[in-house]
């Protein structure tokens, strides 16, 4: 199965991802990490989980206990972190350096 | 009219919950109410059709199921166990008189009355547990709202990015429309929690609008990868 279009934002969101491989993430904290605009990685994420790169499971809360909703956690698979990383070094645009200046300000955790 | 009084006092997903809770309710109701008519029309007729008597049976079940969800949301909204026990007492009865118009082929009108026997008590009984339910809610959420911290004001998620988050949900399959709705919930509660901006929120709702066709684009083409594998 061909892996994903490499594109800059699908990029970014591997490499936060890849920054802490067995740590979930909700999707406004991918959004962070990977300096990205919120509300805009849902597609990249959708694409990554049809692969099978990532996975994603409820928060396991009760949202009346607890008083908000639950989140929906992602974290890469193990054979996805491992296509991640071969697919990193093979892309052609390399945006570590850029990463810094993208990264949005905000305080979420 | 009462769904619009919870909407300005509690969190989208709450409300939500609420607002499917009273939608049920009332639906049963009026399911129930259309059985108890139809009962006292029964004596004006001749001969009740097995495809008439279908039709009743079906109202029942459906009464039955809008109960069941009833009681789940019950539990989650933290009601009273009292409305709880109301709507299971009120689902056994809706399940007596399904199981009852199901064991029967054509009947006389006069029949029919007896069949639906359980359909006016029925009625009566989610009259009561539909206006104690609601009463809770409202009381649960007049308490939330007296007692919301002045930090807490502005953590309430912005009503249009809810509806444009809704709508975003709208654009994409079916199957995953659950999901992504309680997953954009979600997070445009956890900015609202992170006292983002009410622009940002703005924002975060139209650009969910924005890509809303690209995730529909990667959700089709996983599923039909699924099919294939």
């Known amino acids: 199965m061909p892996g994903p279009k490499m594109t800059l934002q699908t990029q970014a ?12 993430l909700y999707g406004l904290q991918i959004s962070k990490a990977a300096g990205l605009a919120t509300g805009t990685i849902h597609p990249i994420l ?12 409820w928060e396991d809360i009760d949202p009346a206990v607890e008083g908000r909703p639950r989140r929906r956690y992602y974290t890469l698979s193990p054979s996805g972190a491992e296509q991640a ?3 990193l070094a093979g892309a052609r645009t390399p945006i570590a350096g850029l990463l810094p200046g993208l990264r949005a300000e905000g305080g979420l955790a | 009219m009462r769904v619009a009084v919870l909407a300005r006092g509690k969190q989208a997903f709450d409300v939500a919950r609420a607002q499917s809770l009273v939608n049920d309710l009332a639906d049963a109701t009026g399911l129930a109410l259309q059985l108890k008519a139809a009962r006292a029309e029964a004596l004006t007729f001749e001969v009740v059709s097995t495809s008439e008597l279908a039709g009743y049976r079906r109202m029942a079940a459906e009464i039955g199921r809008r109960l069941g969800r009833s009681r789940v949301l019950v539990r989650y909204l933290g009601l009273d166990a009292v409305v709880g026990e109301g709507i299971g007492s ?3 009865r809706a ?3 399904a199981g009852v118009l199901g064991r029967c082929g ?3 009108g006069r029949d029919l009355t007896d069949l639906l026997e359980e359909s006016g008590g029925l009625a009566h009984d989610l009259k009561e547990v539909s206006l104690v339910a609601e009463l809770q809610l409202l009381a649960i959420l007049q308490e939330a709202k007296a007692s919301r911290r002045p930090a807490e004001a502005g953590s309430l998620p912005l009503a249009l990015a809810g509806r444009l988050a809704r709508g975003a949900v709208r654009v994409l399959p079916v199957t995953a429309r659950g999901r992504y709705r309680e997953e954009f919930e979600s997070e445009l509660y956890e900015l609202a ?21 690209v995730l529909r684009a990667e959700l089709r083409l996983a599923a039909r990868r699924r099919v294939r594998s």
């Open chain 1, 13 to 24: 969101v591997l490499r936060a991802l890849l920054e802490r491989p067995t740590h979930e």
């Open chain 2, 193 to 213: 929690a992170a006292e983002a901006s009410r622009w940002t929120q703005f924002l975060y709702g139209i650009r969910l609008v924005d890509r809303a066709w």
């Open chain 2, 95 to 97: 399940g007596r008189l």
């Open chain 2, 90 to 92: 009120s689902q056994r």
């Open chain 1, 85 to 87: 990383r071969l697919a």
């Open chain 1, 46 to 57: 959708a694409r990554l989980e049809g692969l099978g790169w990532l996975d994603s499971r």
């Open chain 2, 106 to 108: 054509h009947v006389q």
